[in-house]
């Protein structure tokens, strides 16, 4: 079945950055777009970015533009968020997420958590 | 962006009875395929969000039958028919139609 394991969030100053990955197993991840959804601690869901299985096609909301980026390694089915100028706000729970569609994602990884704090 | 409220916010139940959460969009879900993105997602405490419904009234797979989704255009609604104790956790609503996607703000099932 599928897996998504994320990885590498932690500690990190503001003004800092990070990089996430996602490690996808039990489909074929070159046919999937993957996504990156964000909660932040006891609040709601946000939609951050989505990539094209190819890697040609990325999309990002607002509050992330020209900070954060996302690729993937089809070669090693691994999905990454590269962060950067970290805020307070940044804090939160990152989920890799993916599915038939990116519109309706069923499966979500368990989250990495990154917290931004001097 | 497209906004997406739900009501209530919290949902107070008593187990066996039925349970129905509104969610509504600020503009129209229909996509250019025909397809209306709107799903449910179920997120029980300290668990990550799994979907239950999508395109309005699809039920995935293991999701038990007690759990409905309908509606149209801008209106949706979830409907639990009889909440058992597992069902506690908070609910979204989210459109999956025009970018960015959003989720309404969640809301609470909790058991009476």
């Known amino acids: 079945q599928v897996q998504l394991v994320e990885s590498g969030g932690g500690l990190v100053r503001p003004g800092g950055s990070l990089r996430l990955s996602c490690a996808a197993s039990g489909l074929t991840f070159s046919d999937y777009y993957m996504a990156w959804i964000r909660q932040a601690p006891g609040k709601g869901l946000e939609w951050l970015s989505y990539?094209?299985?190819?890697?040609?096609?990325?999309a990002y909301a607002d509050s992330v533009k020209g900070r954060f980026t996302i690729s993937r390694d089809n070669a090693n089915n691994l999905l990454y968020l590269q962060l950067s100028s970290l805020r307070a706000e940044d804090t939160a729970m990152y989920y890799c997420?993916?599915?038939?569609?990116?519109?309706?994602?069923?499966?979500w990884g368990q989250g990495t958590l990154v917290t931004v704090s001097s | 962006d497209v906004v997406v409220t739900q009501s209530p916010l919290s949902l107070p139940v008593t187990l066996g009875q039925p349970a129905s959460i509104s969610c509504r969009s600020s503009?129209?879900?229909?996509?250019?395929?025909?397809?209306?993105?709107l799903n449910w997602f179920q997120q029980r405490p300290g668990q990550s969000p799994r979907r239950l419904i999508y395109k309005i009234s699809n039920r995935d797979s293991g999701v038990p039958d007690r759990f409905s989704g309908s509606g149209s255009g801008t209106d949706f609604t979830l409907k639990i028919s009889r909440v058992e104790a597992e069902d506690v956790g908070v609910y979204y609503c989210?459109?999956?139609?025009?970018?960015?996607?959003?989720f309404g703000p969640g809301t609470k099932v909790e058991i009476k």
């Open positions: 997420v993916t599915g038939d569609q990116v519109r309706q994602p069923d499966y």
């Open positions: 503009q129209g879900l229909v996509y250019s395929d025909g397809s209306t993105f």
């Open positions: 989210m459109q999956g139609t025009h970018w960015p996607f959003t």
């Open positions: 990539i094209r299985g190819d890697g040609r096609h990325t």
